[in-house]
């Protein structure tokens, strides 16, 4: 069965740090296109970033410079480091597999982490 | 940027058919991908590749693409369709997902 639990987020002041966790079950990271979705409160979805199954990495206009999509082949695992947080990222934090390739459905969702950014 | 325009709600009655749209430039030239959001949930995936359904979604579910708009048709619709619903393509010109503003579904 596929799984995929976030953890990491919290309550961090604007200009702080988080790296959030996706640990997948059930299939290989490695082998698969993944991405990062968050949505903010009352607010609709959003594509941050994605992690091609060759390494390559993308983001969201908003969040470049500022957040890195890495993967441990080890231990199965998806992470969104995301650094100089501001108010305007407090969301909840979706992993997505990408089926397929690059044109395909965000067939399996996590259950999401909420991060909040405020002082 | 490619823009997904969705209308914020659509209400239907119960056993009546709801369509909600996902217009875009040239949007037949692109694959859709829709899901399904109830309220304190993770998006799941109900329609993909226009008109294809997941194994477990009822056949109710259906979509097309045509033109410069996209269709989630819900047949025979029940209140437990009550959702917020998502149109997805991948920006040809960007090669980034996109997500429509989503629409929320109303079971009168």
């Known amino acids: 069965e596929v799984q995929l639990v976030e953890s990491g987020g919290g309550l961090i002041q604007p200009g702080g740090s988080l790296r959030l966790s996706c640990a997948a079950s059930?299939?290989?990271?490695?082998?698969?296109?993944m991405s990062w979705v968050r949505q903010a409160p009352g607010k609709g979805l959003e594509w941050v970033s994605i992690?091609?199954?060759?390494?390559?990495?993308y983001y969201v206009d908003s969040v470049k410079g500022r957040f890195t999509i890495s993967r441990d082949n080890s231990k199965n695992t998806l992470y969104l480091q995301m650094n100089s947080l501001r108010a305007e990222d407090s969301a909840v934090y979706y992993c997505a597999r990408v089926a397929g390739g690059l044109r395909g459905p965000f067939d399996y969702w996590g259950h999401g982490t909420l991060v909040s950014v405020s002082s | 940027s490619y823009v997904l325009a969705q209308p914020p709600s659509v209400s239907v009655a119960p056993g009546k058919t709801a369509r909600i749209t996902c217009a875009g430039n040239?949007?037949?030239?692109?694959?859709v991908h829709w899901y399904q959001q109830r309220p304190g949930q993770a998006p799941v995936l109900v329609i993909f590749?226009?008109?294809d359904r997941p194994s477990g979604i009822p056949e109710r579910f259906s979509g097309s693409n045509s033109g410069n708009t996209a269709t989630l048709t819900i047949s025979r619709v029940e209140a437990g369709d009550e959702a917020d619903y998502y149109c997805?393509?991948?920006?040809?010109?960007?090669?980034?997902?996109?997500f429509g503003g989503g629409t929320k579904l109303t079971v009168l």
């Open positions: 997805q393509v991948c920006d040809s010109s960007s090669d980034h997902p996109v």
């Open positions: 059930g299939f290989t990271v490695s082998i698969n296109y």
């Open positions: 040239n949007i037949a030239s692109n694959s």
């Open positions: 992690i091609y199954s060759g390494g390559s990495t």
């Open positions: 590749y226009d008109t």
